[in-house]
């Protein structure tokens, strides 16, 4: 049987996040701790366990069909590869930092600096557009230790909280690029197994779209349905059904999970009693 190809970084950040999209998929697979392949057992789909950084590559060749990688490996190494779908987590950007203590108003502070970084094309795009010459230190690790050492001047890293930054004394003062994990295909890939990637992208925006929403129950009497339907604008109009006790009914609905919040104290004064939220997950529109 024909499988597609997918590369998952075999350790690190977008591990646990990878896999556990092709789980909410329904896709089974081993993980890879002892293994560099593993096979799903119910999805025509072949895992292969690789470095994020050698992805781009292995895309480029057609060794892997296709592969979850960090938007700023893109960026990075990987310019000519087409995101298909950009999947919402592993949020972080890659930004230049200084030391706390030192003077910088504009890019052009960087004018002749030392910079360590491990994406070096990324700060060579960046330095260009601006029209800046620095020199750059190519490290692989621990970036952020490298003005602490008098190894440079500046560094250019991914930052998430911060608190890597905080740490060493570090103040972020650019943002080059946000990234968050993204589907992306090799050019190379075949028609039959485009066919099955489209099965996939299916299932995987039915995931996605399932976690932006909350599915919401709630009690209220009859008198305030109408108040809290406005206050709930559901998929497409929310489910009332009657309750046991005479003159109250029970309303279902979807909504966008950061949207709670901001109604629960309206529903609470229109009478909603015992509200449930729920998470979903799988939503076909
Ligand atoms: N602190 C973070 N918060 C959120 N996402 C991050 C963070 N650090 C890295 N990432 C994202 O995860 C990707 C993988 O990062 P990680 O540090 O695990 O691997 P790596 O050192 O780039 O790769 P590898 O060793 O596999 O070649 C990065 O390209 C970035 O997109
Ligand atoms: O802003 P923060 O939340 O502190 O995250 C940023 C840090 O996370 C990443 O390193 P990681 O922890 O992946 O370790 P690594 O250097 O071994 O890749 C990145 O290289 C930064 O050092
Ligand atoms: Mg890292």
């Known amino acids: 049987m024909t499988k597609l190809k997918i590369a998952i970084q075999k350790s690190g950040r977008l591990n646990d996040e990878s896999l556990k999209i092709l789980k909410d998929c329904g896709i089974s697979i081993d993980?890879?701790?002892?293994?560099?392949?593993?096979s799903a057992r119910n999805f025509p789909?072949?895992?292969?366990?690789?470095?994020?950084?050698d992805i781009p590559q292995y895309l480029r060749d057609g060794v892997v069909d296709i592969a979850i990688l960090g938007e700023n490996t893109i960026f990075e190494k990987g310019n000519d590869l087409s995101v298909i779908e950009r999947l919402g987590f592993s949020k972080c950007r890659v930004s230049i930092a200084v030391p706390k203590e030192a003077d910088y108003s504009s890019v052009n502070d960087l004018k002749g600096k030392r910079i360590a970084t491990s994406y070096p094309n990324t700060v060579n795009h960046f330095l260009s557009e601006n029209g800046?010459?620095?020199?750059?230190?190519?490290?692989?690790?621990?970036?952020?230790?490298?003005?602490?050492?008098?190894?440079?001047?500046?560094?250019?890293?991914i930052v998430s909280s911060g608190s890597t930054l905080?740490?060493?004394?570090?103040?972020?003062?650019e943002t080059i690029l946000?990234?968050?994990a993204v589907l992306v295909a090799s050019p190379k890939i075949t028609?039959?197994?485009?066919?099955?990637?489209?099965?996939l992208q299916f299932r995987i925006q039915s995931v996605l779209k399932a976690r932006e929403f909350r599915y919401v129950l709630l009690n209220a009497p009859n008198d305030k349905i109408k108040d809290i339907i406005t206050i709930l604008p559901g998929m497409k109009s929310?489910?009332?059904?009657?309750l046991a006790e005479e003159g109250w009914s029970s309303v279902h609905t979807v909504i966008n999970k950061d949207k709670f919040w901001d109604i629960i104290d309206e529903l609470k004064t229109n009478g909603a009693e015992g509200i449930l939220v729920c998470p979903i997950e799988k939503m076909v529109l």
């Open 191 to 199: 028609s039959e197994l485009n066919a099955i990637l489209k099965q």
């Open 45 to 53: 789909l072949e895992v292969m366990y690789l470095r994020n950084g």
């Open 31 to 38: 993980n890879g701790i002892d293994q560099l392949k593993a």
């Open 166 to 173: 905080f740490k060493n004394n570090l103040k972020e003062v």
């Open 238 to 242: 929310p489910t009332v059904l009657p």
């Open 178 to 180: 946000k990234s968050e």
């Open 132 to 157: 800046v010459k620095a020199e750059l230190h190519i490290i692989n690790g621990s970036v952020e230790i490298a003005p602490n050492i008098g190894l440079a001047d500046a560094i250019v890293d």
